[in-house]
Nanobody, 122 residues
Framework: QVQLAESGGGLVQPGGSLRLSCAAS????????MGWYRQAPGKQRELVAR???????DYARSVEGRFTISRENFKNTVYLQMNSLKPEDTAVYYC????????????????WGQGTQVTVSS
């Protein structure tokens, strides 16, 4: 069974930094686009950043220049380095990955992590 395990959330002061990690495990043959989404209370889930298997990245305008997404394919892991954090970055952050797996069938599936809380507050 495929799982996405996130880590790295927490409480940080405005202007601080955090690094989120998301590792995929299970019957994975290949990994396509990986990304991070976030959902603040009372708001819809939104894309923060995503990176293709060819390392092409794009970002939400609100985080451009402050956040950096990267991946290590040999570790099946995607990272989100968040700098100059603002209170409006407070949300639950979710990892997303498009994976080619062998179970339950051999096909591409979209997977989500369980979410990690990021709180930016003084």
């Amino acid at each position: 069974q495929v799982q996405l395990a996130e880590s790295g959330g927490g409480l940080v002061q405005p202007g601080g930094s955090l690094r989120l990690s998301c590792a995929a495990s299970g019957s994975i043959v290949s990994i396509g686009t990986m990304g991070w989404y976030r959902q603040a209370p009372g708001k819809q889930r939104e894309l923060v950043a995503r990176i293709t298997s060819g390392d092409n990245a794009d970002y939400a305008r609100s985080v451009e220049g402050r956040f950096t997404i990267s991946r290590e394919n040999f570790k099946n892991t995607v990272y989100l380095q968040m700098n100059s954090l603002k209170p409006e970055d407070t949300a639950v952050y979710y990892c997303n990955a498009n994976l080619y797996v062998t179970f339950p069938t051999t096909a591409w599936y979209d997977y989500w992590g369980q979410g990690t809380q990021v709180t930016v507050s003084s």
